[in-house]
């Protein structure tokens, strides 16, 4: 049989295969050694407020463009720092560089102390005392808030219940609304065949192991595939420490907040009352229909965990009259996170806030 590669490509082909294979043999013994994983959460900042275990961390710029300050809010099961991994690979260098004041709310990891912190403690109590802080000290009339996934769910209910609060825009991401698209856990808390009261442990809240495990249930294969391709560019260091920082983010879940927890499974697994868009809460319903202020919902119609489904409603619930919504073909994560949300996705995150905040040397002093 006549040969079909040239002798020279044929040699280099060898030659590429021979180094990519030590190169795996290098990263991998690296990798299961945790031996150079990457350093995340580096942008410099400075803690500006906290209260108990939460804490309102405020990114150092310089070169300032934007006067409205930008606060994000994060969810409770997971850790904020999801919003700042890695030098270029994050959503606050990214936000800091087009000249916003970024602020970003750590709720810290929640033990007993933190078991009976309801959904009032943080939407009529936590977020509203961090807006007017970010306010009070930046001397700027309003700000711009920002809430992905569980951290919009507050955030909406925040603004929705408080609408004294100077919040000039409200942007939120991933945000489960309605939960009959939600996935199995939802669907068993609906039917009756999980008490949220039964997944509460000794401490009174929630056990990482649990929420983690919930999330694997909505994509069994989640593990194996990335192991799959794990091994398929281990040879490529830029990959290697790609997958070892988002393992890591994304295996590091803390406790939920038990009383918080038991609220969430009956008011939106059972009862389903985002959809519906009036919550009960703090003795009053808060409707989502008294959200006035300009609005962005952003989805990723790749989300697993968070169907573009679940929240599409959104527009229609907020009483809005600047209602915009931004579909990208991502994932949970990969709407913040990698070369794609970086380069195409966060730059029009950016826009729409720019549109909505006030230039520096223009902002009303408070």
């Known amino acids: 049989m006549p040969l079909t590669v040239a002798p020279d490509e044929l040699v280099a082909r060898i030659r590429r295969d021979t180094e990519r294979n030590l190169l795996r043999m290098r990263n991998g013994l690296k990798h299961v050694a945790g031996v150079g994983t990457p350093e995340l959460s580096r942008t410099p900042k400075e803690t500006v407020w906290s209260s108990e275990k939460v804490e309102l961390w405020r990114y150092h710029n310089d ?10 809010v994060h969810s409770l099961v997971s850790r904020s720092y999801v919003f700042d991994l890695v030098p270029g690979n994050s959503f606050v260098e990214t936000m800091r560089d087009r000249g916003f004041d970024v ?9 007993e102390l933190e078991a ?11 977020l509203p005392e961090i807006v007017d802080q970010v306010a009070s000290i930046t001397g700027q009339p309003d700000v711009n808030v920002f809430g992905y996934c569980f951290g919009g769910v507050l955030s909406l ?12 825009s409200l942007a939120v991401q991933a945000v489960p609304v309605d939960y009959d698209h939600m996935g199995p856990m939802a669907s068993m808390m609906q039917e009756g065949r999980v008490d949220p009261t039964q997944l509460v442990d000794a401490t009174g809240n929630v056990p990482a192991e649990v929420m983690l495990n919930s999330f694997r249930v909505l994509k069994p294969t989640g593990d194996l595939t990335g192991y799959v391709n794990l091994w398929q ?3 490529n260091d ?7 920082t988002m393992t890591q983010w994304s295996r590091d879940h803390i406790p939920f907040p038990g009383a918080a927890f038991v609220q969430t499974g009956q ?8 959809a519906a868009g009036r919550v009960p809460l703090g003795g009053r319903l808060v409707d989502l229909a008294d959200i006035t202020v300009p609005f962005l919902n952003i989805m990723g119609e790749k989300d697993h965990i968070v169907p573009p489904e679940a929240s599409e409603a959104l527009g229609d619930l907020v009483g809005s009259d600047d209602v915009e919504e931004l579909r990208f073909p991502a994932g949970h994560v990969g709407l913040i996170v990698g070369r794609t949300a970086q380069r195409s996705y966060i ?16 902002g009303r002093r408070r």
């Open 63 to 72: 070169h300032k463009t934007v006067a409205t300050p930008l606060v994000l």
């Open 347 to 362: 730059p029009q995150m950016a826009d729409w806030l720019e549109r909505h905040s006030e230039p520096l040397g223009r």
């Open 238 to 244: 830029d990959f290697v420490a790609a997958h070892q």
């Open 157 to 168: 209910l925040a603004v929705a219940g408080n609408p004294h609060l100077p919040v000039r």
């Open 267 to 274: 008011l939106f697994g059972r009862d389903n009352t985002m």
């Open 233 to 235: 560019n281990l040879w």
């Open 103 to 111: 602020f970003l709310v750590d709720w810290g990891v929640p033990d």
């Open 116 to 126: 009976g912190n309801t959904l009032e403690t943080y939407t009529d109590g936590y």
